[in-house]
Structures are given as C-alpha cells and as structure tokens.
C-alpha cells in the first residue's frame, strides 16, 4: 500500500514538475519579447530625440539621416514622416516631401497640421488642384480656420475658380464679421464675373456696417460711375456733401463730373474747395492740375487753385514743382525759381531739381544767385562736378576770374571719362583767362576742349569771339565760326559773332548783313547784339539807324557800360 501511494505520488510530483517547467518556459518566452519591445521603442525615442536635436541648431542633413533611422525601429509612426516632409520642404524635394506627409496622413488622417502641410506642398510645386481640394477638406475640419481659407480663397482666384473663392470668403466673414479688405476682394470678383448688382450689394454691406465712413459710400458713388449709371452716381456724391460739405476728395469727384456735364461754374466750385482742403489727396489734385495744363483748359484759373494748394500741402515738395513748371510755361522765370527753391527746402537731394534751378538762373543771367546755387549744390553733393562749373561761370560773369578759375579748375578735377563735360570747363576756362589777359593760357584750354568736342559750335563760336576781340589769328577765327554756322545754322549767338569779327575786321557791309541775319533769329531780344547792330551801323554813317538800336540795347539790358554815352553823344565809342 504504501509502495504503491509512493508510486502514485511519485508519478503526481513528476507531472507537476513537468507542467511547472512548461509554464516557466511560456513565461520567459514573454518576458523576452516584452523586453525587446521596451529595447527598440526606447531606441526609437533615442533616436528621434536625436534627430529633433540635430533640427533644433539647424543641422538638417543630419537630423533627416536621424528621422530615417527611426523607421528602421517602426514604420509606422506617422510624427516621423511629418518631420521628413517638413524637412523635403526645407531642402525644395517637394515630390519625396508630398510621398512623406501622404504617409503620414494615412497613418493619422485627422492630423490637421499634416494636412496644412500637404496644401502648402502642392501649392508649392503647382498642383492647385489638389491643393484647392486639401485646403476644402481643412476648411471642413476647422470651422475656425481663417488662415487657409484665405488661402483657399486666394488659390481658388488664381485658378479661376471665382464660386470657392467667394465661399472660402463668405465663411471668412462669418468667422470675423464684415471687413474691408474681404469686401474689397469680393467685389473684385463679383466685378470679374460681370455680376454688377452682387458687387453693389457687397458695398452698401459693408456702408451700413460703418455709416460713418464716407470712403465706403463713396465706393458706391465710384460703383455707379464705373457702372454707366451717372445720375445714381451724382446722388451719392452729392449725398456725401450733405454729410460733409469739406470733405475734398467728394468735391473733387463732383468738379470732374460736373465737367463732364458741362456745368463748368459748378465744377470750378467743387475744384476749389477740393483743392483747399489738406485732408483731401494731394496725388489727385496734382494729377487733376496736369490734365488742365496739359489740355489749356482755360476755363479754370490754374493761378487760384495753385495758391490753395500751396495753402493746403505748404510741405509738399511736389506741388511747388508743379508750381513752378506752370509758373515757367507763363514765362515767369523768377516765379518758377521760387517754387523750385522751396521744393529744395523740402527735398535738398534731389540733384535733377538743383540742376532745374541752375539752368533757370543761367538763363535768366541771375549770376548772383547762381554763384550762391552753385555753392549750396556743392555743399550736398561735393563731387558733382556739374555745380563747380556754374558756380565758375557765375563768378567769371561777376567779374572775379580768379575764383572763377579756381571753380572751375577743381570741378574739371571731378570729370572722369566724360571728355564732352570736360571739353565744356576747358572752354569756360578759355573765355575766362581771356577775360584777364592770360591769351597763352586761354588758347591752349579751347585747343583742348575743340579735341574733346569738336562737334560743339559753341566752344567754336566762344573760341571765335575771344580771338576776335584780340584781333588776332582772323583766318583762324572765321574758319571757327564758319565750321560752328555749319553745325547750326540760324543760330543768332553764332551769326552775331560772326558780324562781330566781321566789324573788328572792318568788313562793315559783310558784318551788316551777318547782324541782320542774327536780328531775324532772335537776337533782337538781346541787348548786346541789338548794341552791336548799332555800332556797325554807326561805323557805315548811318547814325539815326544806330541810335535806334542802342536805344533798344538799353532797354534790354546786357550791353557794355559805355551805351549811355554812344546814345548821348550820338557816336561809336571803341572800347
């Protein structure tokens, strides 16, 4: 009995041992897996930390290598392929980029960021169509999401596609409320489409949002002008003047139509108040004095709306350009200057505009000022050798050649590879050594500037002159002059001289009919040809003709010191 229990419980014991190492075996099998599980997920973090970090100081050949190696421990964790995606973007691989976040999408299809992504990406490499189609899903998923549905909008215009664009905006207006800018860009639409009266309705939405903001009903009123509707238009406009009668930019709006109308009392009404008000655009007024200029509309006083202008923008450069190019076409020289000055006040660097005024005071002969334009011009832009010229030519013209030549010899000095500039100092230089005694020195400047320039008949005709004034080299001189009538035939400077070298040579007949050819071209405003005139005249004893023209000499003014006493004591007087 007690055998056979021992054999029995031998064979028990034996079973349970057998069935506990079977159970051990399963348990370790687990634990196994379980640990290499922990191992590669705690690789993968690694790893992808690793990757972040390389990102993080811009490394990103290096962190996409990472992001990679994060697959090789699972495939299947879409955070990774975002982050190569966003790093395909980062290097222009658009195409591995969009495979990237398309795998990422299908492993977390609610991920909106992966989706932004994606529309960014196709609208990147100009797959608007899927880009427009991504962006209507997001656009569906985020009820709040103005940002990409501007994009949508703005992708949608671009393609054509005017019904999204106006959704994607509807929807923006619903997030936001009633907006400008969202109008201005529905409007653009309707305005495309030719849907006129869904264009005005926008308008007058956005008017009753914002009663106040006359800008908004002009709109209207500007809707109706574009429209073809101008009674609807001159309503509104004048609707506005019953809410401000001062606002500037309406009156300007109601001159041009009643202009248009015919109504020219009423439109110069409206352009003068317009014109007065410093709220109103300056843009506009300029470009409105301009069209009458340039059309010489002489039913509007272009002097009344420059003052009110000048009174309403006083620190506007522009307007005191405009005002002196008006001021210039009337033949007002010192008027024009003015303006130009007080527009050098405002904008001092403005080299084009100095130059304007430079060329005004030359013309006018107003040395003084231009010796003090030359000056000012040098202290802004001191290596322009432009104003060391002008300012040398005043100073030669006032009498003080010395600071003339100095002038003159340091602008010279700025000229680089410019010998057409060059040969004009070289030929002021010559007149002014002239001018002092100093024939060598004078000489030698006009041969440099005629091999600079030898197509200038003025540096031909300055060069003529001096030498006729000296008495010297006449051959010489009248090949000069002959060669600069040739290059400009007509002119009365050129012809004047001639008769001048003409007279120093005492061939008085030839000299009177080269100064009358000069009087024909318009040296009969000029006082020192019209004397000029009157000394050939008087040297051929024909003294009531001489005194004549001295007496009109003296009343243009530019002639020698000695006109009083020809015209007085009735003789020529050398001088």
Not at 58 to 68: G, I
Not at 96 to 118: C, V
Not at 314 to 332: C, E, F, M, R, Y
Not at 425 to 453: C, M, P, R, W
Request: aromatic share 8%; hydrophobic share 35%; proline share 2%.
């Amino acid at each position: 009995m007690k055998e056979h229990t021992k054999v029995i419980l031998v064979a028990l014991l034996s079973g349970f041992v057998l069935f506990s190492c079977k159970a051990n075996k399963g348990a370790e099998k687990r634990n196994s897996d379980t640990a290499k599980t922990a191992i590669t997920q705690e690789k993968f973090q690694l790893t992808f930390f690793e990757a972040q970090k390389e990102k993080s100081i811009e490394n990103y050949e290096k962190s996409y290598e990472q992001f990679r190696a994060c697959l090789e421990f699972d495939d299947q964790e879409d955070a990774v392929y975002y982050e190569l995606a966003k790093l395909d973007t980062l290097k222009g691989n658009f195409g591995s980029g969009l495979d990237h976040i398309k795998k990422a999408i299908s492993l977390a299809p609610n991920n909106l960021w992966y989706a932004r992504l994606k529309a960014d990406m196709e609208v990147e490499t100009g797959d608007l169509s899927s880009g427009i189609s991504t962006l209507k899903s997001i656009a569906a998923r985020d009820p709040d999401d103005v940002n990409y549905r501007d994009k949508l909008a703005s992708l949608a215009i671009y393609n054509e596609d005017y019904k999204t664009a106006l959704q994607a905006y509807n929807e923006i207006e619903s997030i936001m409320g009633v907006d400008e800018d969202l109008t201005r860009e529905k409007y653009g639409i309707y305005k495309t489409l030719g849907d006129t009266d869904s264009g005005l309705n926008e308008l007058i939405k956005l008017s009753d949002f914002s009663p106040n903001n006359l800008a908004y009903l002009r709109n209207i009123a500007t809707h109706y002008n574009e429209t073809g509707q101008p009674d609807k238009c001159l309503e509104a406009f004048e609707n506005i003047i019953r809410i401000d009668p001062d606002d500037g930019n309406t009156q300007l709006a109601l001159a041009e139509i009643y202009s248009a109308q015919g109504k020219t009392e009423q439109s110069n009404k409206a352009l003068e108040k317009g014109f007065s008000d410093p709220n109103s655009s300056v843009n506009t007024k300029l470009q409105i004095l301009v069209s009458i200029i340039e059309f010489k509309d002489v039913k509007v006083n272009t002097d009344l709306l420059i003052s009110k202008l000048q009174s309403a923008h006083p620190t506007n450069a522009d307007v005191w350009k405009i005002s002196g190019d008006l001021a210039a076409t009337k033949g007002l020289s010192p008027l024009a200057i003015s303006s130009y000055k007080k527009a050098l006040e405002i904008e001092p660097n403005d080299l084009n505009l100095w130059l304007t005024v430079i060329n005004k005071e030359v013309k006018a002969g107003e040395f003084e000022n231009l010796k003090k334009t030359g000056q000012d011009a040098q202290l802004l832009f001191p290596l322009q050798p432009e104003f060391y010229f002008y300012e040398g030519m005043a100073l030669a013209k006032l009498g003080q050649a010395d600071k003339a030549i100095s002038s003159l010899e340091t602008g010279k000095s700025f000229v680089i590879n410019n010998d057409l500039l060059k040969a004009k100092f070289n030929s002021q230089l010559g007149n002014t050594y002239h001018s002092i005694g100093n024939f060598q020195k004078s000489d030698d400047v006009f041969q440099k500037a005629l091999v600079e320039n030898a197509k200038d008949p003025f540096i031909k005709n300055d060069y003529a002159y001096c030498l006729a004034e000296r008495r010297q080299s006449t051959e010489n001189a009248k090949t000069l002059i002959n060669e600069a009538i040739a290059l400009l035939i007509n002119h009365p400077t050129l012809e004047d001289t001639y008769a001048f070298l003409l007279f120093q040579n005492e061939e008085l007949e030839m000299a009177q009919k080269w100064i009358q050819q000069s009087l024909n071209h318009g040296g009969d405003r000029t006082g020192s040809t019209l004397e000029l005139a009157g000394d050939i005249h008087a040297k051929l004893g024909k003294m009531p003709e001489a005194i004549a023209y001295w007496e009109k000499a003296q009343a243009a003014g530019g002639t020698s010191n000695l006109i009083e006493i020809k015209i007085a004591d009735e003789r020529y007087i050398s001088k």
